[in-house]
């Protein structure tokens, strides 16, 4: 495990859990947790071994958005724009990227989660854009992905008339893929990413470059970067496994070649 001042990153074999820890302060975001989150995003994207990384916060919360109390001190932000990317490289890093939610998760935890390929919450989970009662617009990037996660009329009406919601009526409304009880949700994240981690890597590492590619290019555009993934994978010898582990009838064993 790799602990620096307000997140940890523990990685093993091909699975990694990067952990807001600043449990004194709910893991309210400071200067310090954006900077060292950043970069450690930044080298778990270049990490050609990783396949699933999951981001949680510690002490039965996830992230409540900044911490007032060190903003008003002057400890909050960061003055660097590229650090505001965090959510583009949970977005777009080749991983797949779950969110752990439990306790508070608003604001810029918010939309860090929505960054995220899949999320999955506890029962404790409370969410709250927040950004209005504290008379700011947002960040994270919260309105370019809610809508393709909710819809556009949800998403707005999430930012524009902001209240506590939880954890049901986040899987109702279809921000959270998977509820759990406090007691199953260890074992149903587990179960999850031991799911993720055991697909064909390359096949799953190339369906989420397709999801990616598919928010920016023409149908016709994108059917061919589809077209040309799908051919590699198929040549892969992952691919020749997974067939051949059907007729069988055994579980494929995968080494991402």
Known sequence: MTSYEAVLYDKAGHRATLTLNRPQARNGITQVMMDELYAT????????????????????????????????????????PKKFHVSTLLHEMPAITVC??????AGAGLGWAAACDLRVCDESARFNSAFLGVGISGDMGGPWLLPRILGAAKARELYMLPGKFDGAEAARIGLVNRLFTPADFEAGLDEIVTRLVNSAPIALKSMKANFVDAERLSLREFIDVETARHAAAGRSEDSREAFQAFVEKRTPVFHGR
């Open 100 to 105: 752990a939610i439990q306790g508070a998760c």
């Open 41 to 80: 995003l930044e080298a778990a994207a270049a990490d050609a071994d990783l396949r699933v990384l999951v981001l949680r916060g510690a002490n039965g919360d996830f992230c409540p958005g900044a911490d007032v109390k060190a903003y008003a001190a002057g400890k909050g932000g960061t003055s660097d």
